[in-house]
């Protein structure tokens, strides 16, 4: 059982950059896909960007392409979401989520538990 916790939220300016990451325990990510979805009070929750077990592949959502990099340090069975030119309307809980998937898929077993991004305007 995979175990992932996310970290590096908080609260930014708009134009600011944040950097979360995803780190897993009791399993890998090493040979995992890897996504990042956020979810706003009273929205649905929204796909944002995913990468594949090795590294190779991505896929970003449109409302981030340009903004935000996935990458992934399989080493350190590590992901990372690098946030550029935030935006309010990025402010929401981000999850991070992974499962033996192809990037394009939206169906993930393990979750973590979520870390805020607020952006102020």
């Known amino acids: 059982q995979v175990q992932l916790v996310e970290s590096g939220g908080g609260l930014v300016q708009a134009g600011g950059s944040l950097r979360l990451s995803c780190a897993a325990s009791?399993?890998?990510?090493?040979?995992?896909?890897v996504a990042w979805f956020r979810q706003a009070p009273g929205k649905e929750r929204e796909f944002v960007a995913a990468?594949?077990?090795?590294?190779?592949?991505?896929d970003y959502g449109d409302s981030v392409k340009g903004r935000f990099t996935i990458s992934k340090d399989n080493a350190k069975s590590t992901v990372y979401l690098q946030m550029n030119s935030l935006k309010p309307e990025d402010t929401a809980v981000y999850y991070c989520?992974?499962?033996?998937?192809?990037?394009?898929?939206?169906?993930?077993?393990?979750w973590g538990q979520g870390t805020q991004v607020t952006v102020s305007s």
């Open positions: 989520a992974a499962d033996n998937v192809a990037t394009q898929s939206r169906s993930y077993r393990y």
């Open positions: 009791g399993g890998t990510l090493r040979t995992r896909a």
């Open positions: 990468i594949s077990w090795s590294g190779g592949g991505t």
